[in-house]
């Protein structure tokens, strides 16, 4: 009985032993390096157990395995037998797990960890993190695209740890972090010691189209295209080129953001500052054309002094047409100062000022009653438009193109491109127009038909066509028509018909109207006249006299 209680108290006590001594699998044990060969070192991890690892398992990437006998290193126990009686163990799973634990600790504490890039991958890098693999994205590697990563394989530098997931093996790092962090310090001190104001040498190391940035000695500065001359720039490769080394001046400091602007025309004296004593407001001067917009043509006086030519100001003709069909870019061109705003750095130019009003020469050469010769250049509803000297035209109103037609027929005679003559009726200068008549270089033939003839005088006229509404009668070549009710003081006698074409008529004129160019003419009113100077002068009904007594004793006496 008690050499039975004596061998299961040894059996537990046996137990518990393994229990407490025997490592247990999936775990990290320390081992020694008892032999190595056939490309292994054969590893004593205790507990009578042994196990075998490849040497490639001690070799960073890129590098030849240290390790040696007696070497006491760190091993993953995977099993604690195979089939051959030896532990499965693992010097990388060891390695893996302990820069697991490391690089969480460094991921918390938002710390730098060393590695080294040793493999390209889609879309980046493999980055070894003494035991763990990383990602690094291809715009992590640098601050600027990487063209050739070589030189930066297989060495060691500190990277950023931007996400890892232990469960799923992922961790992702950068390297472009560090720089800027690095670069962030140095901007820092070297613009602590920069001033506003300040000259110094810089180094060009960009260009782009508006600008270039300038290398002050470890921090870039950005020289805008407007800062480089006073005079317009279009491209900053104009005046410089990269490597080029200047002087510039610090303009201003942003110390959040830490961008520095600097200039060179800052360093020049400003032409602004004579402008409004070397160009007198209405003085003329020469100078190029640099740009060309819708509104008008920039032309610089000098280098840094630019005035602008609004198309109002460009040509005293041209008043819808293009800038850049009245002068083109390089163009030298003389120009008036009209306006000067030294404080908005503005200068109005004229273009036309430097050239007479043609309008003015045309007067001057051609005063009122003047006849010109010119070509048909419009026809509108209200009358032709003859081009003259000077790229100007004058018009030629309806009422003013014939004597004898209606403006709206005698329109219809002419076409553009016929060159016709007319007299100069006026120029107005000012609002640049000139008013010509065609019909006043002819006579006026109803004028001289009617000379003479006025309200209520008697004449003789011929009965030229016979309508329906009245008679057409003709006066010295002046056309008029009497109506029905015009044709006899009876009316019984208001027929058109009882007339004949070629009849002599004796009529009363009843108006002249030399604007309508119009005789208004009645035979009722001529009878109505003589039946009452008839009475006047041979009796009344009152005296008892009939009144064909009176007008038989009247055509009697006339005979």
């Not at 108290?9 to 025997?22: C, G, K, Q, V």
């Not at 004597?403 to 005698?410: C, I, K, P, S």
Request: net charge negative; with cysteine; aromatic share 6%.
């Amino acid at each position: 009985m008690c050499a039975k209680a004596t061998m299961e108290e040894f059996e537990a006590l046996l137990n518990e032993s393994l229990e407490i001594d025997t490592p247990n699998e999936g775990s990290v044990v320390k081992g020694r390096v008892i032999a190595i060969e056939a490309g292994q070192a054969i590893i004593d991890v205790g507990y009578k157990m042994e196990g075998r690892v490849d040497l490639k398992e001690f070799a960073n990437p890129g590098e030849a395995p240290e390790v040696g006998v007696g070497d006491e290193v760190e091993v993953y126990l995977e099993r604690v037998e195979n089939a051959r009686g030896e532990a499965v163990i693992s010097r990388e799973k060891a390695r893996r797990e302990a820069a697991w634990d490391r690089l969480e600790k460094a991921y918390e504490q938002e710390a730098r960890v060393e590695g080294a890039i040793f493999g390209r991958v889609k879309g980046g890098f493999t980055v070894d993190l003494g035991g763990a693999v990383a990602f690094l994205p291809g715009s992590q590697v640098d601050v600027r695209p990487v063209r050739d990563a070589g030189p930066l394989m297989g060495l060691k530098q500190p990277f950023q740890i931007l996400k890892m997931d232990r469960r799923r093996g992922n961790i992702v790092v950068s390297r472009r972090a560090i720089l800027e962090e690095s670069r962030a310090e140095q901007r820092a001190e070297v613009i602590g010691k920069l001033a506003e104001g300040q000259v110094l040498d810089g180094v060009v190391k960009n260009i782009t189209e508006y600008g270039a940035f300038v290398d002050l000695g470890g921090v870039d500065g950005l020289l805008h295209v407007t800062d480089m001359a006073w005079r317009r720039i279009n491209h900053p490769s104009e005046i410089l080129s990269i490597g080029e080394t200047l002087k510039v001046q610090v303009i201003k400091i942003n110390k959040d953001t830490h961008r520095i602007s600097l200039g060179i025309k800052q360093l020049q004296a400003d032409p602004w500052d004579a402008v409004e004593s070397n160009y007198p407001l209405n003085s003329v001067h020469k100078g190029r054309v640099t740009n060309i917009t819708d509104y008008g043509a920039f032309v610089e006086l000098e280098a840094g002094v630019e005035g602008l030519v609004h198309v109002s100001e460009m040509s005293w003709t041209k008043k819808n047409v293009h800038p850049g069909k009245i002068v083109s870019t390089s163009q030298e061109v003389e120009v008036m100062v009209l306006e000067i705003d030294s404080a908005k750095r503005r200068v109005s130019l004229g273009l036309k000022q430097t050239q007479r009003n043609p309008w003015e020469v045309f007067a001057e050469s051609n005063p009122a009653g003047s006849m010109i010769e010119g070509e048909v250049k419009n026809i509108t509803e209200f009358g032709l438009f003859i081009g003259l000297e000077g790229d100007i035209d004058g018009m030629v109103h309806l009422s003013d193109l014939s004597w004898d037609q209606r403006g709206e027929e005698a329109i219809q005679d002419y076409r553009k491109g016929d060159v016709v003559k007319a007299s100069v009726l006026e120029v107005d200068v000012e609002r640049e127009r000139i008013s010509l008549s065609i019909k006043a270089l002819g006579n006026d033939s109803f004028t001289e038909a009617v000379d003479g003839v006025k309200r209520g005088s008697i004449i003789t006229v011929e009965v030229s066509a016979i309508e329906d509404g009245g008679i057409e009668v003709d006066y010295n070549g002046a056309k008029s028509f009497i109506r029905r009710s015009d044709l006899a003081r009876d009316r019984a006698d208001q027929r058109p018909e009882r007339f004949q074409v070629g009849d002599k008529l004796d009529v009363r004129v009843t108006s002249v109207d030399s604007k309508t160019r119009k005789l208004g003419l009645s035979i009722k009113a001529r009878e109505i006249a003589e039946e009452k100077e008839a009475v006047e002068q041979y009796g009344s009904s009152d005296a008892g006299a009939s009144l064909g007594d009176i007008l038989g004793a009247a055509l009697k006496d006339r005979s």
